[in-house]
């Protein structure tokens, strides 16, 4: 008996057989399906993640603020604030984008920025390079973005660090608010880096169930120089941490339950396998 | 033998190059997907792996298959539009393809790498080995890599796109490839290693990415390559051989019929090197043009490996024995060997 291939072809089976239930009732896939666009429509906000539909987004500046719309390759394009929503027009480029808006209230300058993802050809420019951009006099900076395909999760440490006018701001304040409620704070260390872990702070959450849901938070700080001061704030989705649904524990049980199979399979069966030494 | 010309051990060398480069080149080249350098690499380098230079060409099929091509035909979009990146991907892996054809599995793929590396691990404890499957094992387990591919690459994330597969199928392959397990092991990420609970397809999904993981393991102690033999790059790599222009060439002489050690030798039990006595071009679907065959051929020139018309490498009596004296010496060399050279030892004084 020829154990070796008959095992590869009951892995094979598994995976049809799974398949196969789910193809086989259309209905189970459809509902699915009507499931995953709706979760989709609960969370569609303006984030980081890779969305094919960009929301308008949310500005807390007056319409009276100039905003501009950073494209990959540096370029910029001029937006338009509406009853504090902008929206973003098409780009036909690939990559992140940047929203830059900008407000001067007598001494006070603010800015709100807002990092997006678009769809469209390739831009054959590097996401750092529209990060690392000077683009506000007070900036801060994701260390790095959420890659493509990524995004913010709760229960997990991301950096930022702060620049004032291209140079990093070392020992200073940063704050990070959600909107389920929690504030954290912290210094920036002498790289002007600040790194937080994202606050586990979603309600009703039940352990073994994918839960979509994502909710905003910004990150913001303040700088002053004689009578002038900055204000800039940078705003973002998080999610929640796939932990909850995905468990390592039970994945390294499962692979060592592997491990030891073969080890068995092979041990009993190299006399009778099609296995020669 | 100098180890210097021994092609196991220059091969050896590139393949830990390209493991460290694929799986933690990031550094170098960049941490975005954007700063990658083909996206389309001929071999199992995950993306999921932040810290690695390069990723797969079977993730970008996937997502395309699955966001371009499905969803426009659902839509009833432009399918030509949505077929274009497939097109662009398609081209950029043919381009490399073109320059090493199917030795990116056994020169450069990290979980070729890593496989062969457990191998040795395991000839070091002195695990009772499986030089060759028999081929009639072999023949049945040649399907199943047409199917992973043909399935898992492309037909799943396509009947996601149109909605008539659960979402979650839309990176089928992804989700039970090794390569991801192994590769953001390697960074130090476990998050990869999971059963995931959000529905029954993840939780099948991800129980036999684990299982399959494990057995890997297990197997690759005593048999070589044994995820290989069902890999969809070794198939896809099978569709467009005739394109490289490195290739594995036969000068059959009336000897091969007898002697077989070139079989012997192959990782992938591929036993046609022997016994195909007509053809010049013996880069077999299966064949990673690694170039054991080669260095274990006898016989002066019987088989080469050539680059377009160029023999890079090619079969010699005096390299042979000498390799084959290094074979022996390294194979003796294990654990178990050891233990019982030092058994006797003790043993004899008392004789």
């Not at chain 1, 896939?29 to 539909?53: G, N, S, W, Y």
């Not at chain 1, 394009?77 to 940047?98: A, C, Q, R, W």
């Not at chain 1, 800015?111 to 590097?126: A, D, Q, V």
């Amino acid at each position: 008996m020829n154990v070796l291939p008959n095992i590869l072809f009951l892995f094979g089976s598994l995976l049809c057989l799974n398949s196969i239930l789910v193809l086989a009732t259309p209905a189970m896939a459809a509902q699915e399906k009507r499931d995953h666009l709706a979760e989709m429509a609960k969370i569609e906000k303006p984030t980081m993640m890779h969305h094919h539909v960009a929301k308008p987004i949310l500005v807390p500046l007056d319409d009276s603020a100039t905003a501009v719309l950073w494209k990959p390759d540096l370029s910029t394009l001029p937006l338009t604030i509406t009853s504090g929503e902008i929206k973003l027009p098409k780009t036909g480029v690939d990559n992140y984008h940047v929203v830059v808006a900008k407000q001067q209230i007598d001494n006070l300058k603010k800015t709100f920025i807002h990092y997006i993802y678009r769809h469209g050809k390739p831009s054959g420019h590097s996401t750092s390079k529209v990060a690392l951009a000077n683009k506000a006099e007070l900036e801060i900076i994701p260390d790095p973005i959420p890659r493509e395909h990524d995004r913010y999760y709760s229960m997990q440490g991301w950096s930022f660090i702060v620049h004032f006018q291209g140079q990093p701001l070392s020992s200073h304040p940063v704050e990070l608010k959600t909107e389920n409620g929690s504030l954290l704070q912290q210094n920036t260390d002498n790289r002007g880096k600040v790194t937080f872990v994202l606050p586990d702070d979603f309600p009703n959450v039940t352990p073994g169930k994918r839960d979509k849901r994502s909710a905003a938070m910004t990150i913001s700080t303040q700088h002053q120089s004689g009578s002038q001061q900055w204000q800039t704030q940078l705003a973002s989705d998080y999610s929640i941490n796939e932990s909850y649904w995905r468990s390592t524990n039970w994945g390294i049980i499962t692979m060592i339950i592997g491990l030891i199979f073969g080890g068995v399979f092979i041990r009993l069966n190299k006399a009778k396998t099609g296995i020669k030494k | 033998m100098n180890y210097l010309t021994n092609l196991s051990v220059i091969r050896k060398i590139v393949q830990i190059l390209a493991f460290i480069f694929f799986v933690y080149g990031g550094a170098v080249t960049g941490y975005y997907l954007s700063d990658k350098i083909t996206s389309a690499l001929p071999a199992l380098s995950c993306a999921y792996d932040k810290q690695g230079s390069d990723f797969c060409v079977l993730i970008p099929f996937q997502h395309q298959m699955h966001h371009r091509l499905g969803e426009a035909i659902a839509s009833g979009g432009n399918i030509m539009m949505a077929l274009l990146p497939t097109i662009i991907t398609l081209a950029t892996f043919l381009i490399l393809f073109v320059i090493l054809n199917k030795a990116f599995c056994g020169w450069i793929c990290p979980l070729g790498t890593f496989q062969e590396f457990l191998h040795m691990i395991g000839q070091k404890l002195g695990l009772q080995r499986k030089e060759s499957l028999e081929h009639n094992v072999v023949k049945k387990i040649r399907p199943i890599k047409w199917f992973v591919l043909v399935l898992l690459v492309f037909t799943f994330p396509l009947l996601a796109g149109l909605g008539y597969a659960n979402h979650d199928l839309g990176d089928s392959f992804c989700r039970i490839c090794p390569s991801r397990i192994l590769t953001t092991l390697a960074v130090g990420d476990t998050t990869q290693l999971h059963v995931d609970t959000a529905n029954t397809t993840t939780i099948v999904l991800s129980i036999f990415a684990d299982l399959m993981f494990g057995l890997m393991l297990a197997f690759a102690l005593t048999i070589r390559q044994p995820f290989c033999r069902i890999c969809p790059l070794l198939a896809l790599h099978a569709v467009f051989k005739k394109l490289g222009l490195l290739r594995l060439v036969k000068n059959a002489v009336p000897r091969c019929d007898k002697c077989g050690l070139c079989a012997k030798a192959c990782p992938m039990d591929i036993k046609e090197i022997h016994t195909d006595m007509t053809s010049k071009d013996i880069t077999f679907d299966d064949c990673t043009l690694c170039g054991r065959c080669v260095e274990f051929c006898p016989d002066k020139n019987v088989l080469q490996l050539k680059y377009a018309t160029i023999p890079i490498f090619s079969a010699n009596p005096q390299y042979f024995k000498k390799r084959k004296k290094a074979q022996t010496l390294w194979e003796k060399a294990n654990l178990v060997a050891y233990f019982r050279e030092k058994k006797q030892h003790k043993q004899e004084p008392k004789n």
